[in-house]
């Protein structure tokens, strides 16, 4: 058999093709999400300690050409709303470095930093994420060094408007994982209007439902209120018309008790773990990319 049809048996050649796989990092794992034959989403996880090169050596070792949707959770990045300076879009990312430097823990000849615009123009403010430029860096050798492509890099906030599909629905999720803070956001059309971290609830996904009755939901209902007060009164927008859940543990007995507290219609997504959720959430647009480009 010649070379020349050695080469034209698909079989006998090394696929090229990548696997597309989210990944939604905590402090200690990263969490992995691969669609099957059915498109349903797949969880594994990794354990992490900070070391990319172990890291992505044991995601080579299941999947030997793979490409990453990395999500990172609030540890690894700060994000701070400013005034948006006034100069040219090319200028700009240079000038948000002065805007934020004394309000980050990052040195500013370290700082890397990206942003994206409220929905509301009007307000004159812009979103800034910052983290450390040689965590970026360590991360790209470390993907090179074992065939790893990086697709992507985003933040825990930006996943939320993919929850549901009602995007001319203004929603108010509240999302909470093991180890993580609790995120009170409100969304809209694939847009973040207000994002806050609601401080008390660290370890919300382990308390029972005595707690939650005793003050707990209580006081979030309050915050709850805060943000849609602000929503519609400050930022002018239409009252909010659902009240999303996305809790490990605790979301359907949350939810009955907000029920109490709010008219709004509240409703759980049920989901086993939700940091595994998270990480197939950055799936979402990874797909519908692919369908276009195939179509």
């Known amino acids: 058999m ?14 090229k093709e990548r696997v597309n796989i989210g990944v939604f990092l905590t402090k200690s794992t990263l969490w992995l999400a691969v669609l099957n034959e059915q498109s349903h989403p797949q969880y594994s996880s990794v354990d992490f300690d900070g070391d990319w090169y172990q890291a992505f050596s044991q995601i080579q070792q299941r999947f030997p050409s793979a490409s990453l949707s990395i999500v990172l ?5 700060q994000l701070i709303q400013v005034d948006k300076p006034n100069v040219d879009e090319s200028e700009l990312k240079a000038a948000l470095i002065w805007a934020v ?19 509301v123009a009007a307000n004159g403010k812009i979103n800034v994420v910052v983290t450390a430029k040689d965590a970026i860096q360590d991360i790209a050798l470390a993907a090179k060094k074992h065939n790893v492509h990086i697709k992507q890099i985003s933040i825990e906030e930006l996943l939320l408007p993919k929850i549901s599909n009602d995007v001319d629905q203004a ?9 993580g803070e609790l995120l009170l956001s409100i969304v809209k059309n694939d847009a973040i209007y207000l994002q ?39 930022l002018r927008q239409a009252p909010i018309k659902k009240i999303t859940v996305v809790i490990d543990n605790v979301a359907e007995d949350l939810a009955d008790l907000l029920k109490v507290n709010f008219a709004q219609t509240v409703e759980v997504v049920k989901v086993d773990i939700v940091s595994a959720y998270l990480s197939g959430l950055t799936l979402v647009e990874t797909e519908q990319e692919v369908a276009e480009v195939s179509q």
């Open 2 to 15: 010649s070379a020349g049809l050695y080469q034209k048996l698909a079989f006998w050649k090394q696929s």
């Open 101 to 119: 430097k004394d309000l980050v823990n990052v040195p500013p000849a370290n700082i890397h930093l990206d942003y994206f615009d409220t929905p």
């Open 196 to 234: 806050r971290r609601i401080r008390g609830f660290h370890a919300l996904d382990k308390m029972s439902r005595e707690d939650l009755s005793y003050g707990a939901t209580d006081n979030l209902s309050i915050e709850i209120q805060r943000s849609m007060d602000f929503y519609e009164g400050q």
């Open 171 to 179: 929603k108010l999720v509240l999302c909470h994982y093991e180890g």
């Open 73 to 77: 959770s609030s540890e690894f990045y």
